[in-house]
């Protein structure tokens, strides 16, 4: 099936710095991915939509300047979480759609995760 | 707007016994129903969906469900369950964006 890598799959930062996280379809190409937040014990929230070569689209109460998401190819894209601080510490998962997958063309895979933890 | 609800947040079963996870949905239209599961510090894996046809859908891992449209319901199903199929179990709906239900845990005792 298709396969949706993350990396890194664990990052621990100080407060202030920024993080970046990368999404790869690893055998597919993939013109729109999706970054999901999960924190601990609850289901995910779509933070955005990415699109290749355009802007991501940002679901409400997202803010953009903090989290910038950059999907420079068909099969790349990246969040970067700015300035980071301990509420930011949370599961990111980003997903991707495959087409030519068993799901068919409606059906999401998913990356393993990410996951921040901000001192 | 579309939603799903898993009314349970835990579910316990025996091995060998047939276990259910419950989902229900609202939605305008003709629903996109997912199920996924998720393992502890990883992704979601994709089971199955229900787009149109066949009211039970048959995945991965011995899952089926069954749309019900009367009910507005998409119940996860297995005939025998396995310890190894203890985890967390989502209801989603959508096709452009995801939403996802609150999730339910399955544990299946030995």
């Known amino acids: 099936g298709a396969v949706v890598s993350q990396h890194p799959s664990r990052v621990i930062c100080k407060s202030g710095t920024s993080v970046k996280i990368e999404c790869r379809s690893l055998?597919?190409?993939?013109?729109?991915m999706f970054w999901y937040r999960q924190f601990p014990k609850q289901s995910l929230m779509l933070m955005a939509t990415?699109?290749?070569?355009?802007?991501?689209?940002?679901e409400q109460g997202v803010e953009k300047d903090k989290f910038l998401i950059n999907h420079a190819s068909l099969t790349l894209s990246t969040l970067t979480v700015t300035s980071a601080h301990p509420e930011d510490s949370s599961f990111y998962i980003c997903s991707a759609r495959d087409p030519r997958g068993r799901g068919g063309r409606e059906t999401q895979y998913f990356g393993p995760g990410t996951r921040l933890l901000v001192l | 707007a579309q939603s799903v609800a898993q009314p349970e947040d835990q579910v316990n079963v025996a091995e060998g016994n047939p276990l259910t996870v419950k989902c229900t949905y609202s939605?305008?239209?003709?629903?996109?129903l997912f199920w996924y599961v998720q393992y502890p510090n990883r992704g979601l894996q994709f089971l199955l969906k229900?787009?149109?046809?066949?009211?039970l859908v048959k995945g991965s891992y011995g899952f089926e469900a069954e749309f019900n449209k009367s009910q507005t319901s998409f119940h996860l199903k297995k005939p025998s369950a396995l310890v190894s199929d203890s985890a967390l179990y989502f209801c989603?709906?959508?096709?452009?964006?995801?939403?996802f239900g609150t999730g339910t845990r399955l544990l299946v005792s030995p």
């Open positions: 939605v305008s239209g003709n629903p996109y």
């Open positions: 989603a709906t959508g096709f452009q964006k995801l939403v």
């Open positions: 055998d597919f190409q993939a013109t729109t």
């Open positions: 229900y787009i149109t046809g066949d009211n």
């Open positions: 990415s699109n290749e070569g355009s802007k991501a689209t940002y």
